[in-house]
């Protein structure tokens, strides 16, 4: 399973045979966790790649700066050169969130050339250092970057991280991108900075609501490029998540645990 699917306390009490929960990667915000532990339900992820989501990420900042979904769609309607891209070699990568994606994406960000910041909750000077990025405070962050990369787990903590405040603090010229997930980002607060052209544009692989509504204001918006949630969809990865949950199930079935996320007495 995935986070779209919320297996809170109260769908647990109404599954009494279930024995095995298996959620794709080592993390899901969406699993309550102590009501699965204290039902005797094993709970165990897989491994997956951090290269599918960074990449994801690189590719809609690039798409951002150079305007390529603008262009494709002119072109197809018979235009040519309709826009004026942006350069990113110079230019301030701040990250949030440096684990493994978004060291990776500090990575990308320093191939290119440019000046990368970071901040997360515990992240120390060292730690950013070692990924070749200067550690800031947020507020710090959101002033200084011209794009903006989000890569934090979704947690009480980060739910909300960014509000219409810290969206005020960017740069008109800044974009946002969110390849992490979407209620870390108020996203009311985001459509109307991107409707009052408060930052220059955002890209987005990860919602409020997956599927997004065919209503949503997202649709209707010009500086902003929308993906499917799909960071995490390769061929590579699929096959390592699968197997994965395959081989929990046979060690399940043979009395073992392979990858657990809680721990039964």
């Known amino acids: 399973m995935r986070?779209?699917?919320?297996?809170?306390?109260a769908l647990i009490e109404r599954l009494p045979n279930l024995k095995l929960l298996i959620t794709a990667a080592m993390w899901n915000a969406s699993v309550d966790i102590r009501a699965?532990?204290?039902?005797?339900i094993q709970v165990c992820g897989t491994d997956d790649l951090p290269t599918p989501a960074a990449e994801m990420a690189l590719g809609l900042?690039?798409?951002?700066?150079?305007?390529?979904?603008?262009?494709?769609?002119?072109?197809?309607?018979g235009q040519w050169q309709t826009t004026l891209g942006?350069?990113?070699?110079?230019?301030?990568?701040?990250v949030?969130?440096?684990?493994?994606?978004?060291?990776?994406?500090?990575?990308?960000?320093?191939?290119?050339?440019?000046?990368?910041?970071?901040?997360s909750q515990n992240l120390t000077n060292e730690a950013a250092a070692a990924s070749g990025a200067l550690r800031v405070e947020l507020d710090e962050?959101?002033?200084?970057?011209?794009?903006?990369?989000?890569?934090?787990?979704?947690?009480?903590?980060?739910?909300?991280?960014?509000?219409?405040?810290?969206?005020?603090?960017?740069?008109?010229?800044?974009?946002?991108v969110n390849t992490a997930r979407g209620p870390i980002v108020d996203e009311s607060a985001l459509v109307a900075a991107l409707a009052q052209k408060q930052i220059g544009g955002a890209a987005l692989d990860v919602f409020d609501i997956e599927p997004m509504p065919?209503?949503?204001?997202?649709?209707?918006l010009e500086n902003v490029v929308l993906a499917p949630h799909v960071g995490y969809v390769t061929e590579e990865n699929y096959e390592l998540i699968y197997s994965g949950a395959l081989e929990d199930i046979v060690a399940f079935l043979d009395g073992k645990t392979v990858r657990p996320l809680n721990t039964l007495s």
């Open 61 to 77: 900042m690039l798409a951002l700066a150079r305007a390529i979904p603008q262009e494709d769609r002119a072109i197809r309607a």
């Open 214 to 220: 065919a209503d949503h204001p997202f649709r209707t």
């Open 141 to 176: 962050l959101m002033a200084r970057s011209d794009v903006v990369s989000i890569h934090s787990k979704l947690s009480d903590r980060t739910r909300g991280l960014l509000g219409a405040r810290e969206l005020s603090l960017m740069k008109p010229t800044a974009y946002l």
């Open 3 to 9: 986070e779209r699917t919320r297996v809170s306390r």
């Open 36 to 40: 699965a532990t204290e039902r005797g």
């Open 86 to 94: 942006v350069g990113l070699h110079g230019k301030t990568l701040g």
């Open 96 to 119: 949030i969130g440096l684990g493994n994606l978004g060291r990776q994406m500090a990575g990308y960000g320093n191939i290119l050339g440019m000046k990368v910041l970071a901040w």
